[in-house]
């Protein structure tokens, strides 16, 4: 279906209403993230619908709220008791050159209607970076045979003499290699269930400046270009 | 009523704090806001585990994506809320909570007067919407309003009001549009 004008402005007040859904809803999501247009009528209408929400009542929760959320997010720094596992620090391991973290910021817009078909969660996100419009990437996993799909949005060929390589941060230990991945088109990568493992946990993509043909070590050599975390749907 | 500018003006900084994973000013403004969030979690889900898982994961979205947030998305509360919002209604969808509970009222709709909506919500609606809920009709204004304060489907919204879906959809698009020629005025 083409983003037209209309379309865009049809389809997102319903969004934001809440009344478009299932597909059409996953559809719609799915362009937010392809088209600054798009996300900035969903703006429009999240400002102008939200006052509404002024009039609902306050109610404050139970105390059980905070503690599953403190729990969630710092459960295990709490039992190793270390600093490095904060999920900032994951991948300041050493002897990794970051040049550009500062620049790329992971828009990871949810795809949150759940799959009918597959009832395991699924993780998904988008590898951006400030200034950029579009995504660079669009990243998801499919429910199915342990597979990461890449797809390629306004991602830009690799200098001459270099590759992209993506990596697997585990929440500890070393980065794993995914491949070298090429700009344009969908690039699909079958997770090894070490590498699902990881990835569930850490739910953390990271990408690398390599020679070409990818790092020749077999853990990164280059500046790490983007760091993503994922989401799960 | 709505937040003061040195409110948002705290909510900013925190949210700023929060987006270099200051924890202490996350809980702070979970301290701020989660009430007004929570409230509008429990209005739109109708179940307090719902409501509070909801909540829950909102925030949890919060801490991630805080260096996300941007002034083109509105002010930091209307931010926040509009996540509590997407969270709730998709909690809504995937345990396909049906609310049976409002069906009785819920029939009352159609003639107009007495319904699942607080009179007291449908005029605060008018007043935050400059007035331009009195550019729909009533049977636009209600399926709108239902749909954003209870999370009603096109269907959900077509079997209380005992109309065709297809016409219930018509009001609520057309309705929106007649909204947005309004909003921009």
Sequence with gaps: MKKTPERIEKLA???????????????????????????????????????????????????????????????????????QSRANQRWFWPGWSIIATAAALVMAVLLVQPSSEAPQMQLSGAIVQAGIGDPLWLVSETGRNNLLKLRSVAANAAEADKDYELWIVPEDGQPLSLGVIAVGGVHQVTLTDTARQALSQSRTLAISLEPLGGSPTGAPTGPILHVAQLYEI | ??????????????????????????????????????????????????AEDALQEAFIQIWHRAREYHTDRGMPLGWMMSIARYRTLDMMRARKIRRNDGEEQ?????????????????????????????????????????????????????????????????????GLMVLKRCLEQ
């Excluded at chain 1, 429009?44 to 709220?65: H, I, M, R, T, Y």
């Design chain 1, 13 to 83: 007040a319903e969004y934001v209403l809440g009344s478009l859904q299932g597909l059409a809803r996953k559809r719609f999501e799915r362009w937010m993230m392809e088209s600054a247009a798009v996300r900035q009528e969903v703006w429009f209408w999240e400002q102008k619908l939200g006052p509404l929400s002024d009039e609902v009542a306050e109610v404050n929760p139970p105390s059980s709220v905070w503690n599953s959320i403190e729990r969630r997010l710092w459960q295990q720094e709490r039992h190793t008791g270390k600093a």
């Design chain 2, 1 to 50: 009523m709505s937040q003061t500018d040195n409110d948002q003006d705290d909510l900013m900084r925190l949210l700023v704090a929060v987006s270099r994973e200051d924890r202490d000013s996350f809980q702070q403004l979970y301290h701020m806001v989660s009430a007004r969030m929570f409230g509008l979690c429990l209005k739109l889900a109708g179940q307090r585990d719902l």
């Design chain 2, 106 to 174: 819920l029939e009352y709709v159609e003639d107009g007067r007495e319904g699942p909506l607080d009179e007291s919500l449908r005029s605060a609606g008018e007043a935050q919407l400059s007035g331009c809920l009195n550019e729909l009709n009533d049977a636009q204004r209600d399926s709108i309003l239902l749909s954003y304060y209870k999370g009603l489907t096109h269907d959900e919204l077509a079997h209380v009001l005992n109309t065709p879906l297809g016409t219930v959809k018509s009001w609520v698009r057309r």
